[in-house]
């Protein structure tokens, strides 16, 4: 993972969550307009096989649909409103409009078959030309995380931690992870230089404030997840 001249990589949260819609194409393309130099989403896998770009498990925080994502048909998923007249995307949406224009980190928020989905899907799209290197596929689902592995070796992928594990970085290297994706709440600097030790990359989530950034990127982290790609590319250069 890099971003040419770049040392801290900006990552835009849901796209760019602070600006728009989390998870929609105006918010991915509103993060790459401010310069993210990657963009991150969620995808879910739907009972009727759509890959589906939603992070929560229900539709009432960010459409004006009800109840659980599952539970909904397609069709009428596709008829709502996921925030300013935006509707929820597809994957391969998703993909046609960043346009290997800047790299994609795909979080697996459901089990079951999506690592293996989404595995199916980015084949295709390594075919058609992009780098498996433009790609980090994370979960804080191991066991899907790794399904995902079997099935696509040659793209990285990254563990998400929401705490220290008792053998730090143990898990990604076990996993053979490229990154290791750490909330802000539990980064301790022993777990920061395990994970280097190994060759993994660490990248903080979700990270609004500027001297957060900074204390960051003085540890050593590797980048941050934000909902203000523009906040932290003051950081992002030597």
């Not at 890099?2 to 105006?26: K, M």
């Not at 999506?114 to 799209?125: I, K, M, N, P, S």
Request: aromatic fraction near 8%.
């Amino acid at each position: 993972m890099g971003a040419g001249n770049s040392d801290f990589l900006v990552i835009g949260h849901r796209g760019a969550r602070g600006h728009a819609p989390e998870n929609t194409l105006l918010a991915l393309d509103t993060g790459i307009l401010l310069g993210a130099h990657w963009v991150e989403f969620d995808v879910q896998l739907h009972p009727e096989g759509a890959l589906l770009v939603f992070h929560d498990l229900t539709l009432d925080r960010t459409t004006n649909g009800k109840g659980p994502l599952q539970q909904c048909d397609f069709a009428t998923l596709r008829g709502l409103d996921a925030g300013q007249g935006q509707q929820i995307p597809t994957l391969e949406e998703a993909l046609d409009l960043i346009e290997q224009r800047v790299g994609v980190n795909i979080e697996l928020k459901t089990a079951e078959g999506t690592g293996e989905a989404v595995a199916g899907v980015l084949r295709q799209y390594l075919d058609a030309g992009w780098p498996a290197e433009r790609f980090l596929v994370s979960s804080f689902h191991l066991p899907e995380l790794w399904e995902f592995h079997q099935a696509a070796p040659e793209i990285p992928i990254g563990v998400l931690l929401g705490g220290v594990p008792l053998d730090w970085a143990g898990c990604a290297t076990e996993l053979q992870a490229a990154a290791v994706n750490l909330s802000s709440e539990f980064v301790d600097p022993r777990l920061v230089a395990d994970a280097k030790a190994h060759d993994c990359k660490v990248y903080v989530y979700t990270v609004n404030d500027p001297a957060e950034m900074r204390a960051l990127r003085a540890l050593g982290v590797d980048g941050v997840f934000t909902d203000y790609p523009d906040r932290a590319l003051k950081f992002s250069r030597t």
